[in-house]
């Protein structure tokens, strides 16, 4: 599964782990993706999102209709 965020557009960060010793490894922090499905009224269907539980809250905010404009405009097929 993609660790990227439909709506926020969230990706996982990269650093390092530091030891105790200050030897340093690579590695990455994941954001908290979730694989939702969402009933759109407007084109009478489901959909089915990565969501990040930021963008979760966005969805509660603005509505599911909204968010669905927005990625429409930006060109995201759903």
């Not at 660790?3 to 340093?24: A, E, I």
């Not at 590695?27 to 089915?48: K, L």
Request: positive net charge; aromatic residues 6%.
């Amino acid at each position: 599964m993609s660790f990227t965020c439909d709506v926020t557009g969230k990706q996982p960060g990269f650093g390092n782990n530091v030891s105790h010793s200050h030897r340093r490894t690579r590695r990455r922090w994941n954001p908290n993706v979730q694989r939702r499905r969402y009933f759109v009224p407007s084109e009478g269907r489901n959909v089915r999102l990565n969501v990040s539980t930021t963008g979760i809250k966005i969805i509660d905010r603005d509505g599911i209709d909204a968010v669905v404009a927005r990625l429409h405009a930006r060109g995201v097929k759903l």
